[in-house]
């Protein structure tokens, strides 16, 4: 049996640099910094909310979402709730945190919403045996209402494309226009990335919608779980999405 190949890149830090080179793309980066003290005060003085995650890690683990507030900053993991009344320490119980491994503060984006829980999106991209990047699927990752993170295994849902966007209260003709840049996007992403490194034939774009429906790249992935798609109804994004991934050894 063929072996999985495909390279993985683990640090978030590495692969923003890359999307940061590219002259389009940049445009789709929310502001994101290296954690330490004179970063959180400039990110926390810009943006009224920010994300503090792991330069490494999947799975939205380990995730808190920073917000100030009137009377300081409020701290969200999971569903735990902290409120801390200066910048001193609020930068204390992140470092603490930490455990001293490195982590990213990211500028927050305000997810668009289907049916009041908010979404983010999985834009898959492979490459074939003849080298060329296709976007294979797409498909919606739902949150549970009062965690921070969308992910499957945070308590969130995967969700079709279409019924999603119809509930965010987009039209056909945005979801089909929207639907086509996410596409060119994820394309994009992997013909940059071929040119930092070699060896990649799949990668998965985490996306945000904000509320002026402008795609923000959160993170990319370069070992997509695809195993959540297993479980829907329909199992045809699976099916496609590894009718591709066997070209390159990938069996689930």
Known sequence: MMKYKSTSIKSKWTKTKWLL??????????????????????????????????????GGARI???KRNGSGYQTQYNTFKVNHSTL???YDYLNRFSKRRSFLLQKGIHLAKTNGKPF??????????????????????IGKIGKVATNY??????????????????????????????KQMGIAVGRHFDRYQV??????????????????????????????????KD?????????????????K
């Open 88 to 90: 001193n320490r609020l």
């Open 199 to 232: 060896g990649f034939r799949e990668l998965g774009l985490d996306v945000a919608l904000d509320s002026k429906r402008k795609p923000w790249i959160l993170e990319v992935n370069t070992r997509p779980q695809i195993y959540p798609l297993k479980n829907m």
């Open 235 to 251: 199992r045809m994004l699976y099916q496609r999405i590894l009718s591709y991934a066997k070209q390159y050894g990938r069996s």
């Open 153 to 182: 295994n945070q308590g969130g849902k995967i969700g079709y494309l279409r019924p999603t966007l119809t509930g965010a209260g987009f039209n056909t003709t945005s979801i089909n226009n929207i639907e086509a840049e996410l």
């Open 21 to 58: 080179k590219h002259p389009n793309l940049s445009k789709h980066i929310p502001s994101t910094m290296q954690f330490n003290k004179q970063h959180l005060e400039s990110m926390l003085s810009a943006y009224s909310t920010v994300y503090f995650k792991p330069t490494t890690g999947s």
């Open 64 to 66: 808190i979402r920073i």
């Open 120 to 141: 983010d999106i999985r834009v898959m991209v492979q490459k074939t045996n003849s080298g060329k990047w296709e976007s294979t699927a797409i498909f919606m990752k």
